[in-house]
């Protein structure tokens, strides 16, 4: 058996980085979709028509879409037209 520390190796450090730029990147998409089911959520109440696990399953292109549209829905009902045309129509063709 080896007796030396990955860490102390500069391949080891290299992964140790990519885990954490890996580990940042995904805080930062999960906090992206908490706060915007959380503007969602006060802006329609409980008559937000999809559900949250819905909204926090987005991708990070679905994120970045919703975040510009966000402010232009008047009603839920616009935000439910948006929705089915651009994060299912989108998870549809993924699949």
């Excluded at 520390?5 to 906090?31: H, P, V, Y």
């Excluded at 979709?33 to 008559?47: A, D, K, P, S, V």
Aim: aromatic letters at 10%; charged letters at 30%; glycine letters at 8%.
């Amino acid at each position: 058996m080896l007796n030396f520390n990955l860490s102390d190796t500069r391949a080891g450090e290299e992964l140790i980085d990519m885990g954490l730029q890996k580990g940042l990147q995904k805080g930062r998409t999960e906090g992206r979709q908490e706060l915007l089911y959380t503007m969602l959520y006060n802006r329609f109440g409980r008559g937000l028509p999809v559900k949250k696990e819905n909204l926090v399953d987005m991708d990070d292109n679905v994120i970045n879409d919703l975040s510009n549209a966000i402010f232009d829905f008047k009603t839920a009902e616009d935000f439910v037209i948006w929705w089915h045309m651009n994060a299912i129509a989108k998870k549809e063709k993924s699949s």
